[in-house]
């Protein structure tokens, strides 16, 4: 392998900016030489060995020709592999930070619970100054299908367990999980959903699972069911949605991703009052601790050791 005089890092983010990611980063390995990928020209950019970004333009990584490891700022590789450019031999790492675990998992109960507690119906009360008479609630009557039990999808079982919200995780191979009920593969999914009335979408976006949250699957669950989608945009057939809400099929459904984000200000979701709509805030990533994950796999790269969250290429994830 090329060994790098005076290696760069090269950071971009559409999200808080690169210069924020640059501090972070550097703050946690002093004297690195990070810098914004879309300012590095010329002879330096031979000098990049690690890339860092989310939705890095097109063409960018293919124009670093040392390049050793290309480090995603996000749980998901899809905008990674997205790009018709990318230098295919440079391996992928995602970010496995238990910071997002955390953050996700309240965001997707509290969704649960305001769904389940009914809390959009007491605002409606509220505002009309009425006290009504309702039926206990029964939180036994819930199962939840979560469709992904990776590093996020584990994390918020083990919450639901403790909640004594029932709850089974969906994998793509077998895997036993000390304390989590799973299923695994396309066979067992019919079954699955049919005693589910809760389905989270927490897989990563491949070809495998694009578009799974469909009218297919929305009909065998039971009628009213709730879907939360945190995964990606492209899980959800959008067209399927709005008429399984007016079918009953679905009650009500909490989309945090979107095929187009920032969803257009003309998208129908946005008048449904059953569709729950957060801006991609579900995880968002947090640059403190996110760069330890980062400094940590800089630092294997150029020790020559194997980076974390290292990317299956063949699965996509
Ligand atoms: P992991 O890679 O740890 O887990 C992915 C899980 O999905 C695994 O259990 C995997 O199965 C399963 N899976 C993949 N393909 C299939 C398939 N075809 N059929 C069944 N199961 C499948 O990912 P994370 O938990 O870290 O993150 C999941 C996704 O969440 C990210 O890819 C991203 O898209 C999204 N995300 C969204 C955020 C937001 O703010 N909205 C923030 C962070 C992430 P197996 O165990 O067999 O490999
Ligand atoms: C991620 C995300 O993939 O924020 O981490 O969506």
Request: glycine residues 8%.
């Amino acid at each position: 392998m090329t060994t790098i005089e005076n290696p760069i890092v090269a950071v971009h983010s559409t999200g808080d900016g690169p210069s924020a990611w640059v501090a972070a980063i550097k703050a946690e390995v002093p004297g690195l030489d990070a810098r914004p990928a879309l300012e590095i020209t010329g002879d330096d950019l031979a000098r990049v060995d690690v890339s860092i970004a989310w939705k890095l333009p097109h063409g960018k990584a293919a124009s670093f020709p040392n390049l050793k490891l290309i480090q995603s700022i996000g749980a998901g590789v899809d905008h990674v592999l997205a790009d018709p450019l990318r230098p295919t031999h440079v391996p992928i790492s995602r970010l496995i930070d238990p910071f997002m675990a955390v953050e996700m998992t309240h965001h997707i109960v509290l969704q649960i619970l305001r769904w389940h507690r009914q809390l959009d119906r007491f605002e409606c009360h509220k505002a009309e100054r009425h006290w009504p008479l309702s039926e206990a609630f029964d939180h036994r009557h819930l199962h939840v299908a979560i469709l992904g039990l990776g590093t996020l999808g584990e994390h918020l079982s083990r919450a639901l367990t403790a909640l004594e919200i029932a709850n089974t995780g969906w994998t793509r191979s077998a895997r036993a999980v000390d304390g989590v009920a799973t299923v695994s593969g396309a066979a067992a999914l019919d079954d699955l959903l049919s005693r589910s009335n809760i389905v989270v979408c927490l897989l990563p976006l491949t070809d495998q699972t694009e578009g799974v949250l469909s009218a297919e699957l929305f009909a065998k669950l039971p009628k009213g069911s709730f879907l939360v989608n945190v995964g990606r945009g492209g899980h959800l057939v959008e067209a399927d949605l709005i008429p399984a809400l007016e079918s009953g099929q679905l009650s009500a459904a909490a989309l945090d991703v979107f095929r187009t984000e920032p969803l257009p200000a003309d998208h129908p979701f946005w008048g449904d009052a059953r569709i729950y709509i957060t801006p991609h805030i579900a995880a968002e990533v947090n640059p403190p601790t996110a760069s330890i994950v980062f400094a940590e796999n800089i630092r294997r790269i150029r020790a020559g050791e194997t980076p974390t969250g290292l990317v299956d290429l063949g699965r996509g994830y």
